[in-house]
């Protein structure tokens, strides 16, 4: 009974439903567990709309993904504990009885217990590549959350930014309304023929379908978001916009490229697991050498003479020797070295490029915002000479046309800018750097 009672006992797991949270309100987010200051020192308060900081901290608390990931570093710890765990020792009984009776005969028995001694000689190595392998875990499902907030945050700004562009067309669907039904009029009057009046027809269609366009990719973004919030399809998000982000200098990032080995969660995690595959390597080596089994038996034999011994038992160095096992662990590790290495040089290159999108991109802000400027001025004069029918309607369709393309490249060209700046503060880790605070609704 004492020995039942330190057994593991059995308790169902119920599947979920996979409905997901019907509200925001429903969703935790603990400060103490985010991944990175800017995120566990922001005030959290969904009452006055999401900004993409909050959104940040619910997906690291509540991503689906990020709970699997969780599970495998219980998974890991699970296995660490394993490995340091010896062998149970074997206990042999066995009996003997005589198939005829007589004097000086008894019932022979024989009775011995023995451990796998090459166990203890694999213990260090083991357990020093299992809490390798833990660190490793740990550091990896430290960068996914890294990357879990550069997703939410480049979502936050796709929402928005389709929003907008959904709202600017909306507009633009109204203001070319008065112009549809003018040409339809004139068409079923007979003032107008169909090769005239294509340049009115297709203005109407082509925003309409930009539409359609706009609410589809717009449908799918807020789906990548729910499912990352670990949200219901049908639970309403209100996303607020905030300040543009303090970007790092050039000084900054300078400093964030020399330390990067250093404080990058997936560069640590690839050095923690060059070191699990160390141990293991080291544990190849020792296995090498003879499987040692050592037990201590007693007997009695049918003349009831008793004896007491002991038991060697040894593998034979003869063929194998692990040499199969130690030449894997050999090619794995000048793997993951190699794999370290191209992971760095891949971190510095993609910071460099992003660096000079930054900088093209920057260069051309002021050339497109005045532009967009010129236009939006234009076609409020050629509204008001349209409407005072001293614009002939083809004319004012291509001014207003111009002007719609100029203010939806302005909201791409945003949207682009802001997911390289989140993209290339997920390469740096820069923690310094204050995120986006939350404008006054």
């Known amino acids: 009974m004492l020995i039942l009672t330190g057994c593991a ?23 103490s567990a985010m991944p990175l200051p800017a995120l566990s020192t ?72 023995s451990e796998d001694i090459s166990a203890l000689l694999t213990r260090s ?54 112009v549809d039904r003018h040409v339809q009029m004139a068409l079923q009057e007979g003032n107008l023929s169909y090769d005239t009046a294509s340049a009115g027809l297709n203005a109407d269609a082509d925003v309409r379908k930009r539409l359609g366009d706009t609410a589809t990719q717009l449908h799918q973004a807020q789906s990548d978001l729910h499912v990352l919030l670990g ?41 923690a697991g060059y070191a699990a595959q160390d141990a293991a390597l ?5 296995a090498q050498f003879p499987a040692l089994t050592l037990g201590f038996n007693t007997a009695r034999d049918t003349s009831a003479v008793y004896t007491k011994g002991f038991s060697i038992g040894i593998n034979l160095p003869l063929f194998n020797r692990n040499r199969g096992n130690i030449a894997i662990e050999r ?3 000048v793997q993951l070295k190699d794999a ?65 393309s100029a203010d939806l490249d302005l909201l791409g060209f945003r949207q682009q800018r802001a997911n390289a700046a989140v993209a290339l503060q997920a390469l740096l880790g820069s923690t310094d750097i204050p995120a986006a605070r939350k404008s006054s609704p």
Request: net charge negative.
């Open 9 to 31: 006992t059995y308790s169902a797991l119920p599947l979920g439903d996979g409905h997901g949270a019907s509200s925001v309100a429903q969703l935790t987010t603990p400060t």
């Open 42 to 113: 922001h005030r959290f308060d969904p009452s006055d709309g999401l900004d993409a900081t909050e959104v940040a901290m619910l997906a690291v608390a509540n991503s689906p993904a990020l709970k699997l990931r969780r599970d495998e570093l219980g998974l890991a710890r699970a296995q660490a504990f394993a490995a340091g765990l010896l062998p149970d020792p074997q206990l042999s009984l066995g009996a003997d009885f005589p198939q005829h009776s007589g004097p000086g005969l008894s019932k022979a028995f024989n009775l011995g217990i």
């Open 125 to 178: 190595s083991r357990t020093a590549e299992a809490r390798s392998h833990v660190e490793q875990v740990n550091l990896e499902l430290l960068w996914v959350e890294w990357q879990t907030v550069t997703q939410a945050r480049q979502l936050f700004d796709q929402v928005v930014a389709l929003r907008a562009q959904q709202h600017r067309l909306q507009l633009e669907a109204d203001a070319l309304a008065p």
């Open 231 to 271: 949200l219901a399809a049908s639970a309403p998000i209100e996303l607020v916009e905030g300040t543009d982000p303090v970007e790092p200098t050039a000084a900054q990032i300078q400093q964030a490229l020399t330390d990067l080995p250093a404080r990058r969660p997936d560069l640590l995690a690839l050095k």
């Open 282 to 286: 080291r544990g190849a080596i020792l």
């Open 331 to 333: 090619a794995t590790r």
């Open 340 to 404: 370290y290495d191209e992971r760095v040089l891949t971190a510095r290159s993609d910071v460099a490029r992003l660096q000079a999108d930054l900088a093209t991109l920057d260069a051309q802000r002021a050339p497109l915002v005045a532009h967009v400027g010129q236009l939006d001025a234009a076609r409020r004069a050629a509204e008001t000479a349209w409407r005072g029918q001293l614009l002939d309607w083809p004319t004012y369709l291509a001014i207003r046309s111009n002007a719609l």
